[in-house]
């Protein structure tokens, strides 16, 4: 007996996984696939599996909730105060100051009052920016004129 089966429940036999299948018992070509035959096959060695695996959180949840409760309770004998559930601390990031979050939004709401004047009120609307003037656009068309007509002579030769 090995070290490993000594701490598992006398119902399950390990060993049973490993050994080859009985050549009597094949397994079907049809029908049924491999995960559902080995489910069917070793059902009852998977539960066992199963029901350690659970047993085995159980304890340690246990476990855990009886090491919280003396972390806390020897916390206490020295005076110091713990909370009993863990912490996660804000982002260590930078922080603005009060007065400055102030003037930020003293001046969003001078921004915003601005935009709302100006839609009820007589508003210059903004000028457009760029674009290309009338006479600019003539020059260019006729500069474009003048290349392709270059172009066409040339070919031409």
Request: hydrophobic share 40%; proline share 4%; no cysteine.
């Amino acid at each position: 007996m090995t070290a490993d089966s000594a701490r598992l429940p006398p119902s399950l036999n390990v060993n049973a996984l490993f050994e080859p299948p009985n050549l009597a018992i094949q397994r079907p070509k049809f029908g049924i696939g491999l995960k559902a035959y080995l489910l069917t096959r070793h059902n009852s060695v998977i539960r066992a599996i199963m029901d350690t695996s659970i047993n085995a959180l159980e304890q340690a949840l246990s476990i855990r909730r009886q090491i919280d409760t003396l972390e806390n309770r020897l916390a206490g004998l020295l005076g110091r105060t713990t909370s009993s559930h863990i912490t996660i601390s804000k982002s260590r990031g930078r922080h603005m100051s009060a007065a400055a979050r102030a003037k930020i939004a003293a001046s969003a709401r001078a921004r915003w009052a601005r935009v709302k004047a100006g839609q009820n009120g007589a508003a210059k609307p903004r000028a457009k920016k760029g674009g290309i003037t009338a006479a600019g656009r003539r020059r260019l068309s006729q500069l474009m004129k003048a290349r392709w007509a270059a172009r066409r002579k040339a070919q031409k030769k």
